[in-house]
């Protein structure tokens, strides 16, 4: 299993994975122009994809899927009470029938076998994933106001583990942000700070843990410097493997399962 973090932060999210017979999206974050530029980056054609999977409506996960699904009419996976959202997005004419999925029923597709879980954050009913292909495991983990311990459990033991590192409380706190949304960020259905990341990574890394990516990092309120020495300060608690690389949403990550902690944005 390989995947690829094609754009990750604020201002957009979407990771590709794939085996040798299964390709899929998780979010289409980002505007089709700027996924067509990163597929190819990655030198894969958008039109193989077998599934796009949504994991909830807010606009940095969701802005390239209508015009995604007009271009190549690839099958979509979501909650229903995320598609009660994004329905508006499609015309009567596209005739987009999602394929309803549900926290803690595993679905098979393609070689991969998908676990949705249960997220707790501000929109109707969204899903984490843990994706299982060839004795692998990858999970993706962002916009959660904090992880509990079913996230925990579910998540222990990843190959690779895209966790959310959104924000640093202190520049969040004296930040220009308002009151109502540091407020909205720091509450229990908001985003994990770099702090509650590192937290709950020396709950779920193991031994067989190869990759972490911190994700979907606060333009105002993080940088990468900061999440990557945050987090790697707690892990060398009792992980050797601490550096970091910084990794840019304008550039696509190679496709990989085999690297260090990385900070994607």
């Known amino acids: 299993m390989r995947c690829s973090v094609l754009a990750s932060g604020s201002t957009g999210n979407a990771i590709y994975v794939e ?27 958008p039109a ?20 995604l699904l007009r271009k190549y009419d690839t099958p979509i996976y979501t909650s ?54 060839q004795g692998e495991k990858l999970v993706l983990a962002t916009d959660l106001g904090y992880a509990s311990e079913r996230i925990c459990t579910v998540a ?31 509450g229990d259905k908001g985003h994990l700070s770099n702090a ?3 937290e709950c990574l ?5 031994e067989d843990t190869q990759t972490v ?9 993080n940088r990468p410097e900061i999440a990557k020495e945050t987090v790697a300060t707690m892990l060398s608690r009792d992980v050797s493997r601490t550096e970091a690389i910084v990794l840019r949403s304008t550039s696509p990550t190679a496709p990989t399962a085999l690297a260090p902690v990385c900070v994607a944005r």
């Open 19 to 45: 085996t040798d017979h299964t390709r899929i999206l998780l979010d289409a974050g980002i505007g089709l122009r700027q996924l067509q530029q990163a597929f190819a980056a990655i030198e894969v054609d």
């Open 48 to 67: 193989t994809l077998d599934a796009i999977l949504v994991t909830h409506e807010h606009s940095d996960h969701i802005k390239g899927l209508a015009a």
């Open 80 to 133: 229903d009470g995320t598609w009660a959202h994004i329905a508006r997005l499609f015309s009567e004419k596209q005739e987009v029938k999602p394929r309803s999925i549900k926290a803690g029923i595993p679905f098979s597709l393609g070689e991969f076998v998908i676990e949705p879980f249960a997220l707790p954050h501000d929109a109707e009913e969204p899903l984490g994933f843990c994706v299982y292909a």
């Open 156 to 186: 222990r033991g990843a190959h690779t583990l895209i966790l959310e590192s959104n924000h640093d409380i202190d520049m969040l706190r004296t930040g220009t942000y308002p009151w109502h949304l540091k407020r909205r960020i720091l």
């Open 196 to 198: 509650a990341a590192g």
């Open 202 to 206: 020396l709950d779920i890394v193991t």
């Open 213 to 221: 990516y911190l994700a979907h990092l606060s333009q105002e309120n």
